[in-house]
């Protein structure tokens, strides 16, 4: 095990070193999980440790807290720093060396493999369902925040133009406002990368007790969210904790609510193409 110099902040193995006296035996197999693999710790999700160390997510999380931490993610963040390069917390691929071509290029192909993988991993099936539960519903709400807050306005602005009612919210007290008074009829899509954004799982929940179907759109294919959601959108993105909001991530999102929206668009054409025409109408005076 790393020995790291102790100072303000110590690093994740001197406060492991300094706590594992105190640890029980479920906090004890995470630590030899993270030990073990350490290169890997910080693209896991609080499920996939829980999973592969023969725990829970609760020991993860109670282990976190022991070792000063305010939670898994509050660790990644840290450990991230200890382990990762400022250089390469900008872009894993991106070497301090690069010029800015060298940068395009690396980029260019970063967002190109993450739709190919996105391709790939997004399930045909649950795909169809996503489509069938938004015709048949009577009001659509995407949950979303930071980055895939905008990803979740740009599916409530796709959708308004084509006629169909439906809410974005970022805001965390709206989200949970809003799910706890929906319907049977009422689907709720909620976007996060990590799959694990307590706002949005919280708001989802609400839904869910409300009676209204769930689908999410993430990275994570064991998170949180795919647990609690009826309909499973995944997207594959080389996102990290310390490269967040990687852009990669945002087009592998939005390209999924693309085909969505070009799905309900077919199934409903004539109305569809009527309602496009309207709202570009209405808009028209505001353009030069």
């Known amino acids: 095990m790393e020995h790291l110099k102790v100072n303000k902040n110590p690093g994740l193995f001197t406060r492991i070193e300094a706590t594992l006296p105190k640890l029980r035996g479920a906090e004890k197999k995470v630590v030899r999980f993270i030990e073990k693999n350490v290169g890997e710790i910080i693209h896991l999700s609080i499920t996939e440790v829980a999973e592969r160390s023969q725990t829970s997510e609760s020991s993860v999380v109670r282990l976190c807290k022991r070792l000063g931490y305010k939670g898994f993610q509050d660790m990644k963040i840290h450990f991230a720093k200890e382990v990762i390069s400022p250089e390469q917390q900008i872009h894993e691929v991106i070497e301090k060396d690069d010029d800015v071509l060298i940068i395009k290029r690396k980029i260019f192909q970063s967002n190109i493999q993450a ?4 391709l790939e991993v997004c399930n045909d099936e649950q795909l169809v369902h996503a489509v069938n539960a938004i015709s048949n519903a009577n009001l659509i709400e995407f949950y979303g925040t930071g980055g895939s807050g905008a990803v979740a306005m740009d599916a409530h602005h796709k959708l308004l133009k084509m006629g169909i009612k439906s809410f974005s919210y970022s805001d965390s007290t709206l989200q949970s406002m809003s799910a706890s008074v929906l319907g049977e009829k ?22 869910k007790e409300a009676g209204a179907t769930l689908i999410c759109i993430t990275n994570s294919s064991k998170s949180p969210i795919t647990q609690i959601s009826d309909i499973l959108l995944q997207t594959a993105s080389r996102e990290t904790l310390f490269r967040t909001d990687a852009i990669s991530s945002r087009i592998a999102q939005l390209t999924i609510i693309d085909i969505l929206v070009a799905a309900l668009a077919i199934n409903n054409y004539d109305q569809t193409y009527e309602d496009l025409q309207k709202t570009r109408k209405s808009t028209t005076d505001k353009k030069l």
């Open 186 to 207: 009422d689907v709720v899509i909620g976007i996060s990368h990590t799959g694990s954004n307590k706002d949005v799982l919280h708001a989802m929940k609400l839904g």
């Open 115 to 118: 739709l190919y993988d996105s």
